[in-house]
């Protein structure tokens, strides 16, 4: 008989060992030598690297409207922490040390949360991946170093009106599941973020441009049954452009999604479910083109 972990054996013992990981954060935040990025600014740096928007209410299936129109708020408070931070050379930027505890003394409401071994559930603070998410795109167009990301491993929605590759998201739990990067350049950045006209919008800012620009692309999606359960399957490269001659430097593969999908399977595109023949058969054509 397997032995449960601690955190297992009851909800309240979840909450301690939930409490335990924040305190330890805490102190391993204390110890560190990193420098965390602290400065705010009104004034904006006069280069925009990159600038993206994301819908903030989506038609989800199976979610209570209540919650997307929650998660509005909290990210409007979230807004209010990051909106303006620069991140000096050397410095960290730290997702939890810039908004804080998301608590329902902050002002936060309950909001869409990916709970441990139970899927979806709800939760003050909830839906604030999606701010996470959109400060992580803007790095990957960047020369910026990410330190720590954790990637959602499941398909938890079918797309609405999604508009980057599949899987550039990042999980974020207060707050020993973090997000961070660091400026590992010669110049000055700055993140902003706002709400306008239903759209969560941001821009990463510099002093001057720099030499590379950045695109993301997303090959080989498509669906797979294997035994009982679907999982969605592609690729995503970053590919580093020179700005002057506008030629390829190198490409990177950063992400091999092989995601569980995790909603209706009535809901994915019959054109993009690949049967084993046909990976097999694709899987020829490869070998034979390498020849």
């Not at 899987?167 to 997000?179: A, E, K």
């Amino acid at each position: 008989m397997t032995r449960k972990l601690f955190c297992d054996i009851s909800p309240t013992t979840y909450k301690i060992s939930v409490k335990k990981e924040i305190l330890l954060r805490h102190i391993k935040n204390i110890l560190s030598s990193e420098k965390i990025a602290k400065t705010h600014s009104k004034k904006e740096l006069p280069n925009i690297v990159k600038s993206h928007s994301s819908i903030l209410i989506r038609k989800l299936h199976g979610v209570d409207l209540k919650l997307q129109e929650n998660k509005v708020t909290n990210i409007m408070l979230a807004c209010n922490k990051i909106n303006g931070i620069i991140v000096h050379p050397g410095e960290i930027f730290s997702y939890w040390s810039t908004v804080g505890p998301t608590g329902k003394k902050y002002g936060y409401k309950e909001g869409l949360v990916i709970g441990r071994k139970v899927g979806l559930t709800s939760g003050y603070g909830g839906g604030l991946c999606q701010m996470a998410n959109m400060i992580h795109w803007l790095v990957l167009n960047s020369p910026l170093d990410v330190t720590e990301l954790h990637h959602h491993s499941d398909a938890l929605f079918p797309d609405e009106r999604r508009t980057v590759p599949f899987g550039t998201g990042t999980s974020v739990c207060y707050n020993n599941l973090d997000y961070r990067f660091k400026n590992n350049t010669d110049q000055d950045v700055q993140i902003l973020v706002w709400c306008e006209n239903g759209e969560l919008c941001g821009e990463l800012r510099s002093e001057r441009e720099f030499p590379c620009r950045y695109k993301l692309i997303e090959e080989n999606h498509h669906f797979r049954k294997e035994g009982d359960k679907y999982f969605r399957i592609s690729q995503v490269y970053r590919i580093v452009i020179d700005r002057l001659t506008n030629e390829e430097i190198y490409r990177e593969l950063i992400l091999d999604n092989h995601s569980e999908v995790l909603y209706d399977y009535s809901l994915i595109p019959k054109d993009q479910i690949r049967d084993d023949e046909n990976v097999k058969k694709n899987k020829r054509s490869s070998r034979k083109k390498s020849k």
